[in-house]
């Protein structure tokens, strides 16, 4: 069964600080993607990166950015010089590729990381 | 602009009540979802639906019930029979079904239910 683990619960960094939010994942599929959502306090989740399996290349977006490793099972994402509009819980997701039998390919989600960015 | 929608945002109900959330969009996504979201906790899936007259249980789909009679449309029903309904539902929608891995779920604003 496919399982998400992210183990920091809570962690507050001040302002302009970097931090690392770290994602660990099961699988017995060779072929999956995995995915970060951001719950900002108003509760909505937004979607910020799809990453196939076969692809293990680092992926930058701003101030974003994912650490994809295969070998350690990690999809780890690091916010470099944080602001406070980062503050929200951050939510990793694996789907597999192996068609569940129950009708759709089932998203499993990590229970998530409040990151409160102190100003 | 498009998008999902849930209403309402807050939402308090009586014990022994049944009670309806709203979720709409107009991406014209083929596959609707509904999760649960409880404090600390990720989100599980209650009932998901890929094409409309159709539907399927997640997890925990015991105590609530949902239709899709049309393609934008996916009420979730949260009936007496849930022991503990307190808690944040969100809809999510994909594009393509959800029968590929490789889609991408949407997710509305949320509903936050309360049982008094």
């Known amino acids: 069964a496919q399982k998400v683990t992210q183990a920091q619960t809570e962690i507050s960094v001040v302002e302009k600080e970097d931090v690392t939010l770290d994602c660990v994942y099961e699988?017995?599929?060779?072929?999956?993607?995995l995915f970060w959502y951001k719950q900002p306090p108003s509760g909505e989740l937004v979607f910020l990166i799809r990453?196939?399996?076969?692809?293990?290349q680092n992926e930058i977006s701003g101030r974003y950015s994912w650490n994809f490793q295969k070998s350690t099972s990690s999809f780890n994402f690091t916010i470099t010089a944080s602001q406070v509009v980062d503050s929200a819980v951050y939510f990793c997701?694996?789907?597999?590729?192996?068609?569940?039998?129950?009708?759709?390919?089932?998203?499993?989600f990590g229970k998530g990381t409040k990151l409160s960015v102190i100003p | 602009d498009g998008g999902i929608t849930q209403s309402p945002k807050y939402l308090f109900r009586k014990e022994g009540q049944n009670v309806t959330l709203s979720c709409e969009q107009n991406?014209?996504?083929?596959?609707m979802y509904w999760y649960r979201q409880d404090p600390g906790q990720g989100l599980r899936l209650i009932y998901y639906?890929?094409?409309?007259?159709?539907?399927q249980k997640g997890d925990i789909a015991e105590g609530y019930s949902v239709s899709r009679e049309k393609k934008e449309s996916f009420p979730l029903t949260v009936t007496s029979a849930q022991k503990n309904p307190t808690a944040f539902y969100l809809c999510?929608?994909?594009?393509?079904?959800?029968?590929?891995?490789?889609?991408?779920?949407?997710f509305g604003p949320g509903t936050r239910l309360t049982v008094l």
């Open positions: 999510a929608s994909t594009p393509q079904g959800g029968r590929e891995y490789t889609d991408t779920q949407y």
């Open positions: 699988t017995r599929d060779t072929t999956y993607y």
């Open positions: 639906s890929q094409i409309v007259n159709d539907f």
């Open positions: 997701a694996l789907s597999e590729a192996t068609y569940s039998g129950a009708g759709s390919y089932q998203l499993t």
């Open positions: 990453r196939n399996s076969f692809d293990e």
């Open positions: 991406l014209n996504h083929d596959a």
